[in-house]
């Protein structure tokens, strides 16, 4: 028997890239694209594009619905892919992972229901909603919304000076008229990965419901939602290879079953009359029409992609090429990382200022040699607030990062700085 | 990639050293704008005597391009009247939307021709408007203000 070793040194990153056709590309100039923008869209191997090129080519027909041959092929697809992705990140039932067109819909769908509860669970006045100061906005503004509706207050936990959620006032903060706790895994500008443990066994603690927003988690680590504790987790698919116009929220069965409709239509219901309908048992409830068939299809696509390299592989990797350009980084006079500058629960972004030169212009010399990193706030203004900076240069990094290509933005910030004499 | 014709030496003066940078009263109108996708800002008041744009003041954060574009109107309109300067912003407006194809005149827009290779990168075009745009708002609304008085 062969014993299959996840060490870092079987991990061939060459041999991967020759999965992405699209980082073969070379840009203006013929340069060789150095794609260190991930975090914001991951690219997509070629077994993906396959996927759902073949689906539209010989499969396509819409689900549920369809009673001919292709239609059972479609639907078959559609479900497979639910159960690729239910147990890519360890669900204990299939009929807890609901799609959605993307995290940001995931988060907008678990907010708006709750905000539609009655009885027990019901949002009011005297009720509290926490999240974190380093939310991005997807995870801030839905439960904005929500507060407006029913008059709930927002709570917020802080962050130390070194990026790390400041956990000091965990217990004042999440207390008995806390409803929900929603809180990024991993944050898509600081890079920081939150302790969720203590902070989930408080909110249960005081009754409160905990939403996860794993979207920048779930393509990077290795997941399990059995023993994760969280109540709702929403991810996307294009981060993690996968289409775009794809997302998911997972969620507890019983309470799914509790929860009211979000939009309403066809496949959400068990029956209709002119008067009232009744709604189909989870996930159906929370997929109103026809839904995303060739993303998740292409989803599905992905995760096998994923679990073929082996979820600690790919961690590790992260991990590895995050330490090493951490290092290289902070070798450039005048860098500032706004985050936390060590490999320690961190993830692969890293969001950093150049003095004298606008993280704006930093990405646009930065491109002019093929490099593409984000530039602005990472739709997460409130922690840029909190680092006092305006907006940032982000570079990110994924399965297929090589260090060369670390080499290269230190090379380009280098060129950067030459450019505007800084 | 034409980056030098991007980022002019006139360009990067500007960004250094602004002109007319900071908020000043007097003022009839104040307004913040705000590129979204950025996040480059800026807080303008505008000042008019008569038919004259006497003072533009502002407050800005932001890229070389939005910083640059900034003093350079500041340096254009302040002194015109308001039909002049609105004229001024529209052959800004029109060397910016040519995609390259427009021969400035110097004359009219002294340093702001210094802009017309930003009009060949699209992502940069909200930049250099982003003060041009809130100066016209800001105008308008203190242009009205005088009407109604
Ligand atoms: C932490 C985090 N949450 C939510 C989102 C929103 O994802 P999407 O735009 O796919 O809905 C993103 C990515 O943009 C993210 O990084």
Known sequence: ?422 | MDLDGLYQEIILDHYRNPHGKGLREPFEAEVHHVNPTCGDEITLRVHLVGDTVADVSYDAEGCSISQASASVLNDLLIGKSVGAAMGLLADFQALMQGRGTIEPDEETLEDGVAFAGVAKFPARIKCALLSWMAWKDATSQAVTLKEDA
Not at chain 1, 47 to 58: G, K, P, R, S
Not at chain 1, 139 to 168: H, K, S
Not at chain 1, 169 to 192: F, K, Q, R
Not at chain 1, 213 to 235: I, K, R
Request: with cysteine; charged share 20%; glycine share 8%.
């Open chain 1, 1 to 422: 028997m062969t014993v299959s070793t996840e060490s870092a040194s079987a991990y061939d990153v060459a041999k991967i890239r020759e999965d992405f056709p699209v980082l073969a590309r070379r840009l203006d100039g013929d340069k060789p694209l150095v794609y260190l923008d991930s975090a914001n869209t991951s690219h997509k191997p070629q077994v993906v594009i396959d996927a759902v090129a073949d689906h539209y080519a010989m499969h396509n027909a819409n689900v549920a619905r369809a009673m001919h041959q292709l239609g059972a092929e479609a639907t078959a697809a559609f479900e497979g892919a639910r159960d690729k992705v239910a147990r890519f990140v360890g669900a204990p039932s299939r009929d807890e992972v609901v799609f959605t067109k993307n995290a940001t819909e995931a988060l907008n769908l678990v907010a708006h229901v709750l905000g539609s509860v009655r009885g027990s669970r019901q949002i009011g006045a005297s009720s509290e909603i926490v999240i974190t100061e380093m939310e991005h906005h997807s995870n801030i503004v839905p439960w904005q919304l929500l507060c407006e509706r029913t008059g709930a207050r927002l709570r917020w936990f802080g962050i130390t000076d070194d990026g790390r959620l400041d956990l000091g006032a965990l217990d004042e903060l999440v207390n008995e008229h806390t409803s929900v706790v929603s809180l990024t895994w991993v944050s898509n500008a600081l890079g920081t990965v939150n302790p969720l443990a203590p902070i989930i066994e408080r909110a249960h603690e005081v009754g409160a419901l905990v939403v996860v927003d794993a979207s920048q988690a779930v393509p990077q680590l290795p997941v399990d939602l059995g023993s994760l504790g969280a109540d709702f987790v929403a991810f996307t698919g294009h981060k993690m290879v996968g289409p775009t116009g794809i997302g998911v929220l997972w969620g507890r069965y019983d309470l799914l079953a509790e929860l009211p409709p979000f939009l309403g239509g066809g496949e959400m219901i068990a029956t209709v009359s002119m008067e009232r309908s009744t709604y189909a048992a989870p996930p159906s409830r929370f997929e109103a029409g026809t839904p995303q068939i060739a993303q998740a299809v292409g989803l599905g696509a992905a995760v096998d992609y994923l679990e073929s390299m082996g979820m600690k592989a790919v961690a590790e990797h992260e991990r590895a090429i995050t330490a090493y350009a951490l290092e290289r980084l902070q070798e450039v006079g005048g860098l500032r990382i706004v985050g936390p500058t060590e490999a320690v629960d961190r993830g692969g972004a890293i969001s950093f200022e150049l003095a004298g030169v606008h993280p704006h212009d930093i990405s646009q010399l930065l491109d002019s040699q093929g490099i593409a990193v984000r530039a602005g706030h990472h739709c997460a203004k409130p922690v840029h607030a909190r680092f006092g900076v305006q907006s940032t240069a982000r570079a990110s990094f994924y399965l297929y990062t090589t260090t060369a290509e670390v080499d290269a933005l230190v090379e380009g910030l280098e060129h950067t700085k030459r450019f505007f004499k800084v």
